[in-house]
T-cell receptor, first 111, second 112 residues
Framework: GENVEQHPSTLSVQEGDSAVIKCTYSDSASNYFPWYKQELGKRPQLIIDIRSNVGEKKDQRIAVTLNKTAKHFSLHITETQPEDSAVYFCAPGAGSYQLTFGKGTKLSVIP | EAGVAQSPRYKIIEKRQSVAFWCNPISGHATLYWYQQILGQGPKLLIQFQNNGVVDDSQLPKDRFSAERLKGVDSTLKIQPAKLEDSAVYLC??????????FGAGTRLSVL
């Protein structure tokens, strides 16, 4: 099965700074790479995803970069805001898009 | 567009009791997933349905957990008998085939 690791497990940044979370995976068949955001007590929500034929994707302050050779992808958040505080999960998937979630990164944005 | 509906939102039971959770996916979504999320961890896939057929249930503890999706729409997940370690949030998600998964709000289960 897929082994997924996220780093760091916790991250504190000052408001306005950038945050980067890295996800490594083991299954070379993975071809779908989403990031989910989960606020306390809420459901996971997709914030950005990338498929294996693309190296980078950007959506306003959020970007995802993919390195299939090294089997890792990263979430980049620029100009962080207090509302970005949450737990972020990577969840690579293959084939039928079964997702394997990482353990999560707790991001705290300090005003 | 209505989202994934789950009920109940909260459930407290004693160990060895049984419990059932219900999920109604987004209209038209053929694929339905049940996840278990233990506090402080990421969601773990329990079972995946494609219409009313099981695609993967390799991580479902079949001695106590069961799930069905009759008519390829609503689904129920049952635990019988419950153990203390089953305390978790049970999330249902749905998607079009090979597409983005949308999650419900979950059912928080406490086993005492």
């Amino acid at each position: 099965g897929e082994n997924v690791e996220q780093h760091p497990s916790t991250l504190s940044v000052q408001e306005g700074d950038s945050a980067v979370i890295k996800c490594t995976y083991s299954d070379s068949a993975s071809n779908y790479f989403p990031w989910y955001k989960q606020e306390l007590g809420k459901r996971p929500q997709l914030i950005i995803d990338i498929r294996s034929n693309v190296g980078e994707k950007k959506d306003q302050r959020i970007a995802v970069t993919l390195n299939k050779t090294a089997k890792h992808f990263s979430l980049h958040i620029t100009e962080t805001q207090p509302e970005d505080s949450a737990v972020y999960f990577c969840a690579p998937g293959a084939g039928s898009y079964q997702l394997t979630f990482g353990k999560g990164t707790k991001l705290s944005v300090i005003p | 567009e209505a989202g994934v509906a789950q009920s109940p939102r909260y459930k407290i039971i004693e160990k060895r009791q049984s419990v059932a959770f219900w999920c109604n996916p987004i209209s038209g979504h053929a694929t339905l997933y049940w996840y278990q999320q233990i506090l402080g961890q990421g969601p773990k896939l329990l079972i995946q349905f494609q219409n009313n057929g099981v695609v993967d249930d390799s991580q479902l503890p079949k001695d106590r957990f069961s799930a069905e999706r009759l008519k390829g729409v609503d689904s129920t997940l049952k635990i019988q008998p419950a153990k203390l370690e089953d305390s978790a949030v049970y999330l249902c998600a749905s998607s079009l085939v090979r597409d983005i998964q949308y999650f419900g709000a979950g059912t928080r289960l406490s086993v005492l």
